[in-house]
């Protein structure tokens, strides 16, 4: 594919197989990518170009923010780095993010002015691939998902046009960004509704108790716990030098009282097993995780799992990961409480699914040599059934099966009808895919 007119008609760099830097322009969180060039760009207008390029030569269009999308890795077309565009601007409590910033940097950038905004928990993770797929995080039971608080939006179509779109202007567009993904665009700019955060506090717990007998005071626990409370719960192997194998729960408060947040969490400090490791005020921006990049001389072994909502947290689904993490020792299970926020907002209002989700649940074994791949792959299956939906964000497929397990059929019917009327043809289809058909 000759690139030379894409070269002309932008002003950032353009790099392709064999230029210098090319390395690290195919560079993702994921891996490493093989398009056919790299786009830097520098501005609106090289967005627009780009597009422009990409529907003209019918070649498939990648976008970058953060780099965390296992979208990266697939190989051809034209990837858009959208780094650069990362500017910050806080209006009150209305926050206008360029759609190449990432969350710490947000994070960072709002902590002076006392307000924060519902993101995911990785520092790097782009902010317009996060909100527009939803976006779980720390303060999901208080504030929503990340695209709840999503307000407006700058996009670049497919025809390379820049629209601004809001519930009045266009508001079937504007509900398909709030959790329908990059299908429609390229946000250039997200606009966001800010919330006050005046302390928070971060609880590390460990625990050794065993989890049929734990998880479910943790369950009861979340169960009339104050909004400002959410939870996470993760057990890991010991094959990660980074990560802590054994049990973990980690707890975000939104508050300035570490007693206060031991009081909510005051079932689960009463276990025998259950030793606090750590409980104080922190900065938003500090419990937002550091992910190392890509080392190519030791790749992450595949994911055989996957993740999903669940209504309930009950004793069958316990007892399967359980199992689960029994019968497959290089496995992980990770939980974290939703309801509150995430629940008032009524199924159909977003594209987002299972709003009934107490729960959300991601269970897998890794790919290491002597892996069961079939039995790991069918206990996850098993366990996928007692859920309502998948989160998209979370998974590291890139099958086209799993829009059909995100996405009902009534919201599945309204997403192509707006896929239908701003990209007809398809050019943004590295993604859960809607299709216009």
């Known amino acids: 594919m000759s690139t030379e007119l894409l070269s002309e008609s932008v002003a950032g760099a353009v790099v392709r197989p064999g230029d210098p830097g090319w390395d690290d322009s195919r560079l993702f969180h994921t891996g490493i990518g093989e398009p056919d060039a790299v786009v830097h760009a ?8 780009a597009v422009r390029y990409a529907a003209a030569h019918d070649l498939p ?29 806080v209006d009150g409590t209305r926050v206008h993010v360029g759609g190449g910033a990432v969350w710490g940097a947000v994070a960072e950038a709002l902590a002076p002015h006392g307000i924060a905004l519902s993101s995911g928990d990785t520092a790097s993770v782009g902010v317009g691939g996060l909100a527009l797929g939803g976006g779980i995080g720390w303060m999901v039971r208080s504030w929503g998902l990340a695209s709840d608080q999503l307000v407006g939006a700058q996009l670049v179509t497919a025809t390379g046009e820049v629209v601004e779109v809001d519930d009045e202007t266009h508001p079937d567009l504007m509900w398909a960004l709030r959790g329908g993904g990059g299908n429609f665009g390229v946000a250039t700019r997200l ?13 590390e717990l460990t625990a050794s108790v065993a989890p049929r007998d734990l998880l479910p005071v943790l369950r009861e626990t979340l169960a009339d716990a104050p909004r400002e409370l959410t939870v996470t719960y993760m057990d890991v192997p010991p094959m990660d030098p980074s990560a802590a194998p054994g049990a973990r729960i980690v707890a975000c408060w939104i508050g300035g009282d570490p007693d ?38 030791r790749p992450v072994p595949g994911f055989i799992g996957g993740n999903t909502l669940a209504p309930i947290l009950d004793d069958g689904l316990i007892d399967g990961l359980a199992r689960f993490r029994e019968r497959f020792p290089a496995s ?9 926020a995430y629940g008032d907002v009524a199924q159909g209002a977003t594209p ?7 729960w959300f649940v991601m269970a897998g074994a890794f790919d290491v040599p002597g892996a069961d791949r079939d039995g790991a792959a069918a206990a996850w299956q098993a366990l996928e059934a007692r859920g309502a939906g998948v989160y998209g964000n979370f998974t590291v497929s890139t099958s086209p ?35 216009p058909a």
């Open 260 to 297: 206060d947040a031991r009081r909510a969490l005051a079932p689960l400090l009463a276990l025998d097993g259950v030793t606090e490791v750590s409980c104080g005020v922190k900065r938003y921006r500090d419990v937002l995780a550091e992910m190392p990049g890509y080392d190519p001389a």
């Open 332 to 340: 992980v299970v990770f939980l974290r409480s939703l309801g509150g």
């Open 352 to 358: 987002f699914p299972a709003r009934d989700a107490t």
């Open 42 to 49: 520098a501005s609106v207008a090289d967005v627009q170009a």
């Open 191 to 203: 606009d966001f509704e800010a919330h006050p955060l005046p302390a928070l506090v971060h609880v």
């Open 401 to 435: 099966d799993v829009v059909a397990k995100m996405f009902d059929a009534e919201t599945t019917a309204r997403l192509v009808e707006v896929k239908r009327t701003w990209d007809p043809d398809n050019l943004f289809r590295r993604n859960h895919n809607i299709v």
């Open 61 to 89: 269009l990648s976008i970058r923010g953060g780099g965390h999308s296992a979208w990266g890795t697939v190989p051809g077309g034209v990837l858009v780095d959208l780094a650069a565009l990362s500017d910050i601007e």
